[in-house]
């Protein structure tokens, strides 16, 4: 079965990331170049150059076209091939792949699997990242662990308390159980907090230094996807539980199936022109989610070096991520059915593969 889902839609980078030069990244094993066209229209291509497979990135656009490092030759944003030096007679299968993209609430979007299928309704909501009446703060990590580590660990927010002691952690949290609840392929957790320690974050933004109400509402959208809304109040105070203090919304898109790139934004609708409740969320969420890729990372580690190759446990706390984990699986394992038949199609283009060819 392939490690990763294809027919999908994965964040690919921000649009903060994306400058005048094409930028190449990895997803799911697959080299992807990204590039910008001189209309603005964003586009991916493989970064594999079908003339000699040198990357693409490694060029420069050119207009609405990408032109290749190597030799010169240029490729639309739909892989067509537009221009050869010398004008070198080409064949029409001379292209680029091609991989429906769309630009949307500041973050770029790629569809690696059937194009017919990439209905853009199908990309999560992010839009509190533009939305008039809200801020936020942004960033992207290179974690290297799988991307699955990832997503257990932001549906298990019982390890804000030993993980994120300075930021965080509070008391309540993991004492109090996580509520799970399964709808279709989405999951929703929720962990409701009465009374308890407040934590370093809220101390910091919010100024609540006593004792506070606190709520954690999760949901996780497959393949990729966690909106976690976090909030707190004054215990017993007349501010309407669930108000959210503030939004992360994570993207977790897989590298390989040893790293992951991890896209975020902290967002908030309250103290919209207040720099320092800013600087608080950016410099914590930062430093909190660099605690995280750390654990990842070293828990990465020893699960590949573990000789017995004992699978991970679940507790009562990790519902919500073994929930999501088994929805991976289950689309999976469809995607691989789906599919089948393509088998023999492609074991028969993998046997030509490698002999010379003439564009
Ligand atoms: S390898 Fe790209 S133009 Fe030759
Ligand atoms: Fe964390």
């Given at each position: 079965?392939?490690?990763?889902?294809?027919?999908?839609?994965?964040?690919?980078?921000?649009?903060?990331?994306?400058?005048?030069?094409?930028?190449?990244?990895?997803?799911?094993?697959?080299?992807?170049?990204?590039?910008?066209?001189?209309?603005?229209?964003?586009?991916?291509?493989?970064?594999?150059?079908?003339?000699?497979?040198?990357?693409?990135?490694?060029?420069?656009?050119?207009?609405?076209?990408?032109?290749?490092?190597?030799?010169?030759?240029?490729?639309?944003?739909?892989?067509?091939?537009?221009?050869?030096?010398?004008?070198?007679?080409?064949?029409?299968?001379?292209?680029?792949?091609?991989?429906?993209?769309?630009?949307?609430?500041?973050?770029?979007?790629?569809?690696?699997?059937?194009?017919?299928?990439?209905?853009?309704?199908?990309?999560?909501?992010?839009?509190?990242?533009?939305?008039?009446g809200w801020t936020g703060v942004h960033g992207t990590l290179y974690?290297?662990?799988?991307?699955?580590?990832?997503?257990?660990?932001?549906?298990?927010?019982?390890?804000?308390?030993?993980?994120?002691?300075?930021?965080?952690?509070?008391?309540?949290?993991?004492?109090?159980?996580?509520?799970?609840?399964?709808?279709?392929?989405?999951?929703?957790?929720?962990?409701?907090?009465?009374?308890?320690?407040?934590?370093?974050?809220?101390?910091?933004?919010?100024?609540?230094?006593?004792?506070?109400?606190?709520?954690?509402?999760?949901?996780?959208?497959?393949?990729?996807?966690?909106?976690?809304?976090?909030?707190?109040?004054?215990?017993?105070?007349?501010?309407?539980?669930?108000?959210?203090?503030?939004?992360?919304?994570?993207?977790?898109?897989?590298?390989?199936?040893?790293?992951?790139?991890?896209?975020?934004?902290?967002?908030?609708?309250?103290?919209?022109?207040?720099?320092?409740?800013?600087?608080?969320?950016?410099?914590?969420?930062?430093?909190?989610?660099?605690?995280?890729?750390?654990?990842?990372?070293?828990?990465?580690?020893?699960?590949?070096?573990?000789?017995?190759?004992?699978?991970?446990?679940?507790?009562?706390?990790?519902?919500?991520?073994?929930?999501?984990?088994?929805?991976?699986?289950?689309?999976?394992?469809?995607?691989?059915?789906?599919?089948?038949?393509a088998v023999k199609g492609s074991a028969q283009r993998a046997a030509?593969?490698?002999?010379?060819a003439t564009a």
């Amino acid at each position: 079965m392939a490690p990763f889902l294809c027919n999908q839609w994965y964040t690919a980078a921000t649009s903060a990331e994306l400058g005048a030069k094409p930028l190449a990244r990895t997803i799911c094993n697959e080299p992807l170049v990204i590039f910008r066209a001189q209309e603005g229209a964003v586009a991916v291509l493989t970064d594999r150059c079908p003339h000699r497979k040198a990357p693409l990135s490694c060029g420069e656009v050119v207009g609405n076209d990408i032109q290749c490092g190597y030799h010169g030759i240029r490729f639309a944003a739909d892989g067509a091939c537009t221009h050869v030096p010398g004008n070198v007679p080409i064949g029409r299968n001379f292209r680029a792949r091609c991989f429906p993209a769309r630009e949307i609430h500041g973050l770029i979007f790629v569809w690696l699997g059937e194009p017919s299928l990439a209905d853009p309704a199908l990309i999560p909501d992010f839009s509190e990242n533009v939305k008039p009446g809200w801020t936020g703060v942004h960033g992207t990590l290179y974690v290297k662990g799988n991307y699955q580590l990832l997503i257990d660990n932001i549906l298990d927010l019982t390890h804000v308390v030993f993980v994120h002691k300075t930021t965080l952690a509070g008391s309540g949290v993991a004492e109090t159980p996580l509520e799970v609840d399964i709808d279709g392929d989405v999951v929703r957790a929720q962990r409701l907090m009465h009374n308890v320690d407040t934590a370093p974050i809220y101390r910091a933004a919010r100024n609540l230094h006593g004792n506070i109400d606190r709520w954690q509402f999760l949901e996780f959208r497959p393949p990729i996807y966690a909106r976690i809304t976090l909030g707190a109040r004054e215990a017993g105070s007349d501010l309407p539980f669930g108000t959210p203090t503030h939004v992360v919304l994570n993207s977790f898109t897989p590298e390989t199936e040893r790293t992951t790139h991890y896209f975020w934004s902290t967002v908030r609708s309250w103290g919209l022109d207040d720099a320092s409740v800013s600087k608080t969320y950016k410099d914590m969420t930062d430093l909190a989610f660099a605690e995280d890729a750390r654990i990842v990372e070293a828990q990465q580690r020893l699960i590949d070096s573990d000789p017995s190759g004992a699978p991970l446990v679940s507790l009562a706390f990790d519902r919500a991520a073994l929930a999501a984990r088994r929805i991976i699986k289950r689309k999976l394992e469809e995607e691989a059915q789906a599919t089948a038949p393509a088998v023999k199609g492609s074991a028969q283009r993998a046997a030509v593969r490698g002999a010379d060819a003439t564009a």
